[in-house]
């Protein structure tokens, strides 16, 4: 009786499996391309988040929303997020899909930039942003990208300055750091 049942179960798993299968993509493709019809612009920057660390991919999906004619903001530090955002019918890149540079790190920056405001200039930045926390490395692909072009649009002298404005932040954060008082207040 056993072996009846089991010839009864394999004959079934040889057709039954496949066909729940192919029922369970054709529901979940129908509501992908449901929700790409309808609502172009959240579904990439979802399918974006999705594979933001894949630079590769990032750049078929960039072809993707050229075709679909969406607009792309480039990298902001003062208006993009971590991740890919929406604003306007906009897809805002995402600060965290840069290359070298971290999600992790981003969202604090971001974190930093909605407690005490946007970032004024390249100063400012080093003053709410313990930039030696960042790092060298994800900085100079910010500075590459553009994210920073909104406080210094010469990328080249920013590039220069980098280690010096690395020098001035931790100088800031180590008086902050420390219990004695400044000779000349906050400023």
């Known amino acids: 009786t056993a072996i009846k049942v089991w010839d009864l179960l394999e004959k079934f798993a040889n057709y039954g499996f496949n066909k729940s299968h192919a029922a369970a993509y054709a529901v979940l493709s129908y509501q992908t391309a449901w929700l790409k019809a309808n609502y172009p612009v959240e579904f990439m920057a979802a399918v974006m ?18 075709a679909l004619d969406i607009g792309l903001v480039p990298p902001c530090i003062n208006k993009s997020r971590a991740y890919f955002s929406v604003k306007s019918g906009e897809i805002i890149y995402a600060l965290g899909a840069l ?10 920056v971001v974190e930093i930039r909605q407690q005490k ?7 400012d930045l080093s003053r709410k942003v313990d930039l030696r926390k960042l790092g060298k ?6 500075i590459r990208a553009g994210a920073l072009d909104s406080l210094e649009n010469n990328r080249k002298v920013t590039l220069e300055a980098l280690d010096k404005l690395v020098a001035y932040s931790s100088l800031v954060f ?3 750091l420390s219990t004695q008082s400044n000779l000349f207040g906050d400023e």
Do not use: S, W
């Open 174 to 176: 180590r008086d902050r």
């Open 117 to 123: 405001g946007e970032f004024k200039d390249l100063f």
């Open 137 to 142: 490395r994800p900085l100079e692909t910010l």
């Open 49 to 66: 988040n999705c594979d933001i660390h894949l630079t590769e991919k990032l750049t078929l999906y960039k072809q993707e929303i050229e």
């Open 99 to 108: 290359k070298n540079v971290g999600v992790n790190a981003m969202n604090t």
